[in-house]
C-alpha cells in the first residue's frame, strides 16, 4: 500500500500536464492557446506551492508524519509547473525576444514577481538531491526557508497580474498567508517552551 | 427578429451552414446538430441574402440558437485585407465581465440574458429624447457591415465583421443641445440574468463615455450583429457600442441608456482603477499599462506577437482629434 502510494501521487500531480497536453494536441485550448496553456502551468505551479507548503502544518496538526516523505516530490512538482510556465512565456509567448522578456522583468512589477518566485525555486530543486541534503547539513534547512519567499512572491505575482483582485487570486494570497501564519505562531511557541511538546495548532 | 417582414430560411443556407460545422468538426461542438435544427424556426432570411452568401465563402457561420440572419447589410463599407477571425474564435474568448471574468465564462453564462424585448433609452441634453424598441431605434437605417480590428487592453486583437450603424446617425435623430458635450452610455443592470453583477467586480452597472466627436466619429458604431446574424450574448447582444481605435473595454455592451452630457462622464474601468485605465484609452503602443506592455499584441490565431498600430491602425482617420493632446497624460 505504502509502496504505491509514491507512484500514484506521481501520477496524480503529473496529471495536469498530460490533461493540458491532450487539449493542445487536440486542439481544445481557448482561442488564445498560449494563454491558455500559461494560466493552466501559473496556477498549477502555486497549487503545488501550497500543497508543499501545508506539508508541515499537516504533520503538525495531525501528527502524521509520514507525509513528509511526499514533501520533495510534490516540491518538485510546483518546480516542473514552473519550468512550463516559464518557458511558455519565454517561448511561446516572446519567442525568445530578450529585450522584452528583460524589459519586462525589470520594468513590469507582477513579472518581477514571479520572477523571485521562480529564480528562488532553483537552488531548492537543485539541492533537493540526497547528496546535497547530507553536504549541507543544517544549512540545507535555511536555504529551503527560500520556498516561503517563492511562495510569497507567487502569491503577489497573481494578485498583480489581474485586472480586478477579487476572487482565486485572493482566495490563493489568504491560503499561502495562513501556512506561513501557522509557521510563525508554531515557531514562537515552540522557542518559549523549553521541552517543546507536539501541542495543536 | 429586427425586421419581421422577410421570407423564410432558403434551403441554400442550411447547406452552408452544415458545411460550416464540418470545418469545425475538431472543434468541440456541443450539441451542434441541435444548432442547426433547433435554429430554423427563427430564421429569417432576406431574398437577396448577398451578405450570408458572401459569409459563406469565408468561413462563416451557423446559426447558433438566438442569432438571426440581418437583411440588407450593406457589406464591407470598412474593411480590410487581414484574416477575419472565425465566428468560432469572436463568440469563444471574451471580456463581458456581467457573465464573469473567465474568457469562456460569457460563452456559457450570457445564454440566460433576455434581449428581447429591448428598449433603449436616449435623453439628456437632446432635443428629442425618447426610449426605443431596439427594432424601431435600427429600422429607419441601413445596417453596414464594418470589418474592424479589436484591440482589447490585455494585449490580444481580433478582426471582427460587424454589423452595424453609424453612431452618429442616431445623435443626429436625437437632435442633441450645444450643451451636449460628451456621450454617456449604460450597460443593462440585471443581476438576475448576469450573474457577474452579484459580485463587487466593477461598480455595476457598467457605463462608458465618448467625447462629442469621437462619438459622432464616422468609424463608431452601434453594433447589432456579427458575420451577418445578430449578435450572440457574449458579443453583447443585442446592441453594442463599437470603437476601433479604443482600447476593446470602451466599447460598451448590452446598452440600455445612451446620454448627453456636459460634462466627461464617469466610466467603469476607470472607476475601478484611474491609474490603470483613462477616459479617452486610445490604443496607443507607446503608453504601456502599468503592468504590461502595450507595445506588441497577439492577433487570436496568430503564433508570433506583432507590433500594435498607435490608434489601432485607425490613426490616419481619428489622429486629427487628439491633435496638441498629450496622450500619456490622456491615456
Known amino acids: ?201 | 427578429m429586427l425586421i419581421r417582414t422577410t421570407p423564410p430560411l432558403l434551403a441554400s443556407e442550411i447547406t452552408d451552414e452544415k458545411q460550416y460545422l464540418r470545418r469545425r468538426e475538431f472543434i468541440r461542438l456541443v450539441g451542434g446538430a441541435a444548432v442547426v435544427a433547433g435554429t430554423a424556426p427563427w430564421l429569417e432570411a432576406c431574398s437577396g441574402d448577398r451578405v450570408s452568401a458572401d459569409f459563406a465563402g469565408t468561413g462563416g457561420p451557423a446559426v447558433p440558437a438566438g442569432q438571426s440572419p440581418l437583411p440588407n447589410v450593406k457589406p464591407k463599407v470598412v474593411a480590410t485585407d487581414e484574416t477575419t477571425n472565425t465566428f468560432e474564435e469572436i463568440t469563444s474568448y471574451n471580456n463581458f465581465y456581467e457573465f464573469g471574468t473567465g474568457k469562456d465564462d460569457p460563452q456559457r453564462n450570457a445564454g440566460r440574458l433576455t434581449t428581447s424585448p429591448w428598449k433603449v433609452k436616449i435623453d439628456g441634453h437632446c432635443g428629442k429624447p425618447a426610449e426605443y424598441h431596439l427594432e424601431d431605434l435600427i429600422r429607419p437605417h441601413q445596417l453596414e457591415e464594418r470589418i474592424y480590428r479589436m484591440r482589447c487592453v490585455e494585449a490580444w486583437s481580433m478582426v471582427i465583421p460587424w454589423v452595424g450603424i453609424p453612431l452618429a446617425e442616431i445623435i443626429k435623430r436625437a437632435e442633441p443641445t450645444s450643451k451636449a458635450t460628451f456621450v454617456a452610455f449604460t450597460t443593462l443592470h440585471r443581476p438576475k440574468e448576469m450573474f457577474g453583477q452579484t459580485q463587487p467586480v466593477l461598480d455595476w452597472p457598467y457605463d462608458e463615455g465618448l467625447r462629442m466627436d469621437e462619438a459622432m466619429h464616422p468609424l463608431t458604431i452601434l453594433s447589432v450583429g456579427l458575420y451577418g446574424k445578430t449578435l450572440m450574448n457574449q458579443n453583447g447582444a443585442p446592441i453594442r457600442l463599437v470603437v476601433p481605435w479604443k482600447y476593446g473595454f470602451k466599447s460598451i455592451k448590452s446598452i440600455v441608456r445612451i446620454e448627453f452630457v456636459d460634462r466627461m462622464p464617469p466610466t467603469a474601468w476607470n472607476k475601478a482603477n484611474p491609474g490603470e485605465y483613462g477616459f479617452y484609452s486610445n490604443v496607443n503602443p507607446e503608453v504601456d499599462h502599468p503592468r504590461w506592455t502595450q507595445a506588441t499584441e497577439r492577433r487570436i490565431g496568430e503564433f508570433r506577437r506583432r507590433r500594435t498600430l498607435m490608434f489601432n491602425g485607425y490613426g490616419d482617420q481619428v489622429a486629427s482629434m487628439y491633435a496638441g493632446m498629450d496622450l500619456r497624460k490622456n491615456y
Not at chain 1, 501528527?63 to 510556465?85: D, P
Not at chain 1, 541534503?133 to 527560500?146: A, F, T, V
Not at chain 1, 485586472?163 to 498567508?177: D, E, T
Open chain 1, 1 to 201: 500500500m505504502l509502496k504505491l502510494a509514491k507512484p500514484l501521487i506521481f501520477a496524480i500531480a503529473l496529471a495536469p500536464f498530460l490533461w493540458l497536453a491532450t487539449r493542445a494536441l487536440t486542439g481544445r485550448l481557448s482561442a488564445n492557446p498560449i494563454e491558455d496553456i500559461t494560466l493552466t502551468t501559473g496556477i498549477w505551479t502555486l497549487r503545488f506551492l501550497v500543497i508543499t507548503l501545508a506539508i508541515t502544518p499537516l504533520r503538525r496538526i495531525t501528527g502524521w508524519n509520514r507525509a513528509i516523505q511526499y514533501r520533495r516530490m510534490l516540491g518538485l512538482f510546483a518546480f516542473f509547473y514552473a519550468v512550463l510556465h516559464v518557458s511558455t512565456y519565454v517561448v511561446l509567448d516572446l519567442f525568445f525576444a530578450w529585450d522584452l522578456i528583460l524589459a519586462d522583468i525589470a520594468k513590469r512589477p507582477f513579472i518581477t514577481a514571479g520572477m523571485v518566485a521562480f529564480v528562488a525555486m532553483i537552488p531548492l530543486a537543485l539541492t533537493s538531491t540526497k547528496g546535497w541534503i547530507r553536504r549541507l547539513g543544517r544549512r540545507w534547512q535555511l536555504l529551503h526557508r527560500l520556498i516561503y519567499l517563492s511562495a510569497i512572491a507567487a502569491a503577489v505575482h497573481y494578485l498583480w497580474k489581474v485586472k480586478v483582485m477579487v476572487g482565486s487570486p485572493v482566495y490563493y494570497a489568504a491560503i499561502i498567508a495562513a501556512l506561513l501564519l501557522f509557521r510563525a505562531v508554531w515557531g514562537f511557541r515552540h522557542r518559549r517552551r523549553t521541552n517543546p511538546q507536539p501541542a495543536e495548532a
